[in-house]
């Protein structure tokens, strides 16, 4: 499978149901949350800084991943960002779409803000983050890895 990542400017643009549906069989709502804050404007990923991005498989162009980046809205600091969203799709795991995916984000951060954090609860995810430069660090609330960017 080869992909192409491209930034959302307008999430009620793409499909994302399937990574919806998916998520939610898996227990997770976070996704549902992206749709419906994204609908009524509660997070449209439009402040300074902030970027929602997906992933697709350029054979079919459906999305197989998607993730955002926020200013962190638990710490006073505006120069930490907060990961948001992040969800690759089943079929699309352990074939470098979500490494692509946090590069992204990543690069697309720095500049402007100074460091990464990211809340997780899946020792999946924690091994995940954790080899991808993040560091565990559960010393601020809904926080339990942080990058640093500079």
Known sequence: MEFKIEQVKDLQSIDVSHLVKES??????????????????????????????????????????IGGVNQSPFSDDVKTARLQRFYVLDEARRKGVGSLLLEKITEHSKGTFDELTVRTESSKADAFYLSNGFKFDDSVSETTHVKKLN
Do not use: H, I, M
């Not at 991005?53 to 991943?65: G, H, I, L, Q, S």
């Open 24 to 65: 939610e069989t898996e227990g997770y709502r976070f996704l549902t949350r992206l749709v419906n804050d994204y609908q009524d404007g509660t997070n449209t990923f439009s402040e300074d800084g902030e970027a929602l991005f997906c992933v697709r498989n350029k054979a079919n162009d459906e999305v197989v991943a």
